[in-house]
């Protein structure tokens, strides 16, 4: 007998995938039109699958399947939704349309290509910790990003309750880098509660989102910040030493002091291989300026001579730190693209 061929991960996503679509092409709609009410505006809480938590303009929250007209539905999304005259398998209205959004934070997949995390959000809150690791190297790739989508960025270092002598005078000069460029830095611990009360502040009246590497502890913030919410959460796997996943899909939180918060699971990276590489520089806001300043217009950034950003690095202008992450990013962004995207120009 032939033995059977192993599908490789790629393979098994797209049947997979096909197999959910001829799900959602089989599936009935629930309701006929005489059994939906009237239209309503609501914003999505979380997505799952063919169906989203929507939270009503009265505060109630209701699940809904999505129509298939809907191409693309995210926590943050505001929506146009009816519900249903009566509860069908805990499903209890229909989501019918969606709002242009105003902004959105995205991600490349490698196998989907660019994903939203979030949407209609107003700032970003980087959350990084002293475990599983301190990485500035993530924070700029984050930068980056959000530079691009003209969104307000935070950089929060939690569980500062673990700050001793030695990891202070290691990471404040970093810290200090991020503060010279006028991003604004924010510390706390859900242990202690220092820095609850600014960060509270800082979050009041808009919609922001939480990211950051798994077990920088965004959960434990979420719960620290809405005690009612009661998040999952896990600690730092003392073999691997990395955060494990506990939110599995973004969620949005109102905030008693107004405006709304989106925890979103955690990654191990980020990647930036969907930029071209002037928007990597761009994302670096000491690097803008520095744009077209080159002796040589095809100027690599590295050894070339005339070279306007080694020339400032020297200079002290430019913090080796960040023009060293800026050049991983480039490097990066060459060796994980996958072979379906082309290179940046």
Not at 102 to 113: F, K, V
């Amino acid at each position: 007998m032939a033995k059977k061929k192993k599908l490789n991960q790629g393979q098994q996503r797209r049947v997979q995938a096909n197999a959910q679509k001829r799900l959602q092409q089989q599936r009935p709609e629930q309701w006929q039109e005489d059994e939906l009410g009237p239209s309503e505006s609501g914003v999505v809480i979380s997505r799952f699958g063919q169906h989203a938590d929507i939270q009503a303009e009265d505060g109630a929250i209701f699940r809904c399947n999505i129509r298939r007209t809907i191409s693309s539905l995210v926590t943050g999304d505001e929506v146009v939704w009816r519900r249903g005259n009566e509860t069908h398998s805990g499903i209890t209205g229909i989501i019918e349309a969606a709002h242009e959004r105003r902004s959105e934070l995205l991600r490349p997949d490698y196998y989907d290509g660019l994903k939203p995390i979030a949407a209609n959000i107003d700032q970003v809150i980087i959350v990084s910790a002293l475990k599983p690791e301190f990485n500035t190297d993530i924070i700029d790739r984050y930068l980056v990003a959000i530079e691009n989508t003209h969104l307000e960025p935070l950089i929060l270092l939690n569980k500062i309750d673990l700050f001793n002598d030695d990891m202070r005078r290691e990471i404040e000069p970093q810290l200090d880098i991020y503060r010279a460029l006028g991003y604004t830095l924010l510390t706390a611990s859900c242990k202690t509660d220092d820095g609850l009360e600014a960060l509270k502040a800082q979050l009041a009246g808009q919609t922001n989102v939480f990211v950051g590497q798994s077990g920088v502890g965004k959960s434990s913030l979420v719960n620290a910040l809405l005690p009612e919410v009661d998040t999952a959460t896990q600690e730092i796997s003392d073999i691997s030493g990395l955060g494990q996943h506990t939110t599995t899909t973004a969620r949005l939180y109102p905030l008693p002091e107004g405006g709304r918060l989106i925890d979103s699971p955690g990654i191990r990276e980020f990647q930036l291989w969907h930029l071209e590489a002037d928007q990597v520089t761009e994302g670096f806001r000491e690097l803008r300026s520095l744009q077209g300043h080159c002796k040589f217009r095809d100027c690599k950034h590295i050894s070339d001579p005339g070279c306007a950003f080694v020339e400032a690095v020297a200079a002290g202008q430019v913090s080796q730190m960040r023009y060293d992450s800026y050049l991983r990013i480039l490097e990066s962004m060459q060796q994980n693209r996958p072979s379906r995207h082309a290179p940046p120009r």
